[in-house]
């Protein structure tokens, strides 16, 4: 008799995982792609450019991270890692964990958020509404192995966003992030972009925008714009690792290390902004659309004027295309508040100047 070796992982507890998951992403319309209202003077004066925002804050979820949480679930079943009793775990405190943990109470699945233990109670409490639990670790440089612990401990899986971000998501098509901007872009003036901008956190999203691009043989350029005390920025300039060692003040972009989804070599340009920058233009932005946009937005928006002013200089006609990442009510109690902003010692009026030239006449200072 042959010998026989069975894993014991129920196939039909994956398929109907997957089902549900499927079935989910089929109940909720694509996101919103929002042309920006740039100023009419432009316009009479013969400049021909336009600023999309691909508005991600209107997913369940509310952020972008939720097709990067869905794309790890995905990758995680059909690799066999996730079975019907598994923990999953996650090294996040931000809205990676808060999509994380919508995906496994739709799968029924316990989910455990590594995080420090300095994470602000509303970040928590976010995490905690969809179901889950969260472990907190002293230092932010602790979180990944002791995600790896706990998920060796409990039998678990540690999805590892900051590893898989990159190989997760489809980046050939089948409705990524990129394939709908192209798709939503269609029928524009410029319906080929002339720049994609967006900021590094895991790296997954420009990873995937970046191959799609050569892919599809378009002549956009992709920027990953940057903030304050991130390692992205530094080391693609550098052509090295660097690690600062200080983590990014803007939630949800920046980190102490290069992460290992980023990849410097999909990426034809990188933009640091300063932290001022980002606030200042969340707010500018917040005001301009009626409606709050999160700081990672005022990042990526910041990037999206510095390129649409060289377009003006240089006379070049186009589009350009950055992501409404998440929603500024999250932070309503930070950004937004004076008093915390400048107790991380952020003074959003140095950007205020730069923003009001911008405005007035395309020009970037």
């Given at each position: 008799?042959?010998?026989?070796?069975?894993?014991?992982?129920?196939?039909d507890w994956v398929d109907n995982?997957?089902?549900?998951?499927?079935?989910?992403?089929?109940?909720?319309?694509?996101?919103?792609?929002?042309?920006?209202?740039?100023?009419?003077?432009?316009?009479?004066?013969?400049?021909?450019?336009?600023?999309?925002?691909?508005?991600?804050?209107?997913?369940?979820?509310?952020?972008?991270?939720?097709?990067?949480?869905?794309?790890?679930?995905?990758?995680?079943?059909?690799?066999?890692?996730?079975?019907?009793?598994?923990?999953?775990?996650?090294?996040?405190?931000?809205?990676?964990?808060?999509?994380?943990?919508?995906?496994?109470?739709?799968?029924?699945?316990?989910?455990?958020?590594?995080?420090?233990?300095?994470?602000?109670?509303?970040?928590?409490?976010?995490?905690?509404?969809?179901?889950?639990?969260?472990?907190?670790?002293?230092?932010?440089?602790?979180?990944?192995?002791?995600?790896?612990?706990?998920?060796?401990?409990?039998?678990?899986?540690?999805?590892?966003?900051?590893?898989?971000?990159?190989?997760?998501?489809?980046?050939?098509?089948?409705?990524?992030?990129?394939?709908?901007?192209?798709?939503?872009?269609?029928?524009?003036?410029?319906?080929?972009?002339?720049?994609?901008?967006?900021?590094?956190?895991?790296?997954?999203?420009?990873?995937?925008?970046?191959?799609?691009?050569?892919?599809?043989?378009?002549?956009?350029?992709?920027?990953?714009?940057?903030?304050?005390?991130?390692?992205?920025?530094?080391?693609?300039?550098?052509?090295?690792?660097?690690?600062?060692?200080?983590?990014?003040?803007?939630?949800?972009i920046g980190r102490p290390r290069?992460?290992?989804?980023?990849?410097?070599?999909?990426?034809?340009?990188?933009?640091?902004?300063?932290?001022?920058?980002?606030?200042?233009?969340?707010?500018?932005?917040?005001?301009?659309?009626?409606?709050?946009?999160?700081?990672?937005?005022?990042?990526?928006?910041?990037?999206?004027?510095?390129?649409?002013?060289?377009?003006?200089?240089?006379?070049?006609?186009?589009?350009?295309?950055?992501?409404?990442?998440?929603?500024?009510?999250?932070?309503?109690?930070?950004?937004?508040?004076?008093?915390?902003?400048?107790?991380?010692?952020?003074?959003?009026?140095?950007?205020?100047?730069?923003?009001?030239?911008?405005?007035?006449?395309?020009?970037?200072?």
């Open positions: 008799m042959a010998d026989v070796a069975d894993r014991g992982r129920s196939r995982a997957v089902r549900l998951i499927e079935a989910d992403a089929r109940r909720s319309a694509d996101t919103h792609l929002l042309r920006y209202p740039l100023p009419s003077a432009w316009s009479e004066s013969g400049c021909d450019v336009q600023l999309y925002l691909k508005d991600e804050s209107t997913h369940i979820t509310g952020s972008l991270k939720h097709r990067l949480a869905r794309s790890l679930f995905l990758y995680a079943l059909c690799n066999g890692w996730i079975g019907e009793h598994t923990t999953v775990v996650e090294a996040s405190s931000g809205s990676t964990a808060v999509s994380e943990a919508y995906f496994a109470a739709l799968l029924g699945l316990p989910f455990i958020a590594v995080m420090t233990a300095s994470t602000s109670p509303s970040k928590i409490a976010l995490i905690e509404a969809q179901g889950g639990r969260c472990h907190f670790v002293d230092r932010p440089g602790e979180v990944y192995a002791e995600a790896q612990r706990l998920a060796d401990e409990t039998g678990g899986h540690y999805l590892d966003q900051f590893t898989n971000a990159e190989r997760a998501t489809d980046w050939r098509g089948n409705n990524n992030i990129a394939d709908s901007i192209y798709c939503q872009m269609r029928d524009e003036t410029h319906p080929i972009p002339a720049w994609i901008v967006v900021g590094a956190g895991t790296g997954g999203t420009s990873a995937t925008i970046g191959r799609y691009i050569r892919y599809r043989r378009h002549h956009t350029r992709l920027c990953v714009v940057d903030p304050e005390n991130s390692a992205f920025y530094p080391s693609y300039a550098e052509g090295r690792e660097v690690v600062t060692g200080a983590p990014s003040r803007i939630e949800g290069v992460e290992p989804s980023f990849l410097p070599d999909v990426v034809d340009r990188m933009i640091r902004v300063p932290d001022a920058g980002s606030v200042a233009t969340a707010r500018h932005v917040s005001r301009v659309l009626n409606r709050r946009v999160g700081p990672s937005t005022g990042t990526n928006v910041w990037g999206a004027f510095c390129l649409l002013s060289e377009m003006v200089a240089q006379g070049q006609s186009g589009s350009v295309v950055t992501l409404l990442a998440d929603s500024g009510d999250r932070y309503t109690d930070t950004y937004f508040c004076d008093d915390w902003v400048t107790s991380i010692g952020i003074d959003p009026e140095e950007g205020v100047s730069t923003l009001e030239a911008f405005e007035r006449s395309c020009t970037w200072s």
